[in-house]
């Protein structure tokens, strides 16, 4: 489990690589030495570049431990903070937590270089847990009720400063987390409705992905985190959108959700600008999801299943034919980005919105133990096709 990034020498020049991609490039080298292409040293050189990464990828009973306690920790001093710690005044409640922040956060980087890879995670972690626990005991000091979605959105935004100033994935993690759930909460906290619910996924999506790309020039690691919490919130507003009973119904715009909407189009016009090759296809994917979710939202065929009708086919086709492709579309981006959580998340979400949509619409139709069988073909149709495009996509890249 990947806590933090390592400390390193800023003068080193050599790049991380796992044990698998070691082991492929001194095959390499050996054939290319066989051949004749280059020397020994040259060989040896170009190996030198390279090093392993055992620290940081082996999965570890210590590390979870360590990130278990962190989050017992912080979950507990959160708790302490709701509360209210009756015994002491407000303005020293403030004092003891931000004291806590503190220290977790200055001496975590104090003493880091010292730390172990898990230990400074863990420290970190405290770190993101402990401010949330600031700012609730600060809104709770100033009368603000502790359900008020900005104080997600700000607990969020001092947890995303800390993770780009010390380059910690743990940080991240914590703001990225909070951050969705304030995007989605905010919008929706005066009138909550299913075309709202997929507005904010989808444009976190578009967000998400497209910071992605624009991570790419430096920063893998966090782009690895925001690809995946992209791709994961465009399946989830295209299933949002696909549900019989998401409709327009009690929809009204708000200024978080146009705030929204041109944060996506920033997001995904500096990822435009400033992607590589293929990358700008992510950010267009992200958008088309949204697009097309939006006129599924708008394509209301009604919420009575009991009587389903040829309209009712249609949407439930074009709702599933679509998920397969985006399904696809995402294990190729997987293969491409040698990501597997990508494929995984892909074939979870398929088979999830397909047992949904087969209750949902087709239980009307299709009666007791021929819907198992039906659904169960259904399954294994989509199975054979989604695992032939993923064989397809990778022999095409080993061809390349």
């Known amino acids: 489990m990947t806590t933090s990034t390592p400390q390193r020498d800023p003068h080193d020049r050599t790049r991380d690589a796992t044990a698998v991609q070691l082991g492929w490039l001194h095959r390499e080298l050996a054939d290319w030495q066989a051949a004749g292409i280059i020397g020994a040293d040259q060989a040896a050189a170009i190996s030198a570049r390279y090093r392993t990464v055992r620290e940081t990828r082996r999965f570890s009973l210590g590390r979870l431990l360590l990130a278990l306690g962190a989050l017992f ?16 005044p407000p303005l020293l409640r403030f004092a003891v937590v931000a004291a806590f922040w503190l220290a977790f956060l200055v001496g975590g980087e104090l003493v880091g270089p010292r730390l172990s890879t898990g230990v400074l995670g863990a420290v970190r972690l405290l770190a993101a847990l402990t401010f949330g ?4 005991q600060a809104a709770q000091s100033m009368q603000v009720p502790a359900y008020e979605p900005l104080l ?17 994935l743990v940080p991240l ?5 909070t951050g969705m759930v304030w995007w989605t909460w905010q919008p929706l906290a005066d009138s909550g409705n299913g075309a709202g619910v997929v507005l904010a996924l989808g444009t976190a999506s578009v967000l998400a992905v497209s910071l992605a790309v ?3 020039r430096g920063l893998d690691l966090f782009a690895a985190a925001w690809r995946t919490l992209g791709c994961a919130l465009a399946m989830a507003a295209l299933f949002v959108a696909a549900v019989p009973y998401t409709t327009t119904d009690g929809f009204e715009w708000n200024t978080w959700l146009v705030l929204e909407l041109a944060a996506a189009g920033v997001a995904a016009t500096a990822a435009l600008v400033l992607a590589r090759g293929n990358a700008r296809w992510e950010p267009l994917g992200a958008l088309g999801v949204l697009a097309f979710s939006v006129l599924m939202v708008l394509w209301d065929t009604g919420t009575d299943t009991s009587s389903v009708g040829l309209d009712d086919w249609a949407h439930a086709a074009v709702g599933v034919a679509a998920y397969v492709v985006v399904a696809v579309g995402l294990a190729a981006l997987g293969t491409l980005r040698d990501t597997p959580v990508l494929t995984v998340i892909a074939m979870m979400a398929l088979v999830v919105f397909t047992t949904f949509q087969s209750f949902a619409v087709f239980a009307a139709i299709i009666q007791g133990a021929w819907l198992f069988v039906v659904l169960g073909l259904v399954f294994l149709g989509t199975g054979f096709l989604f695992d032939r495009a993923r064989r397809g996509i990778s022999a095409n890249l080993e061809g390349a």
């Open 133 to 136: 626990a600031t700012i609730f």
């Open 152 to 168: 997600l959105g700000l607990w969020s935004a001092g947890t995303l400063l800390h993770a780009y100033a010390t380059r910690s």
């Open 73 to 88: 920790v912080g979950v507990g001093l959160i708790w302490l903070v709701a509360a209210n710690l009756d015994q002491l």
């Open 173 to 177: 993690l914590v703001g990225i987390a």
């Open 214 to 216: 624009v991570h790419d």
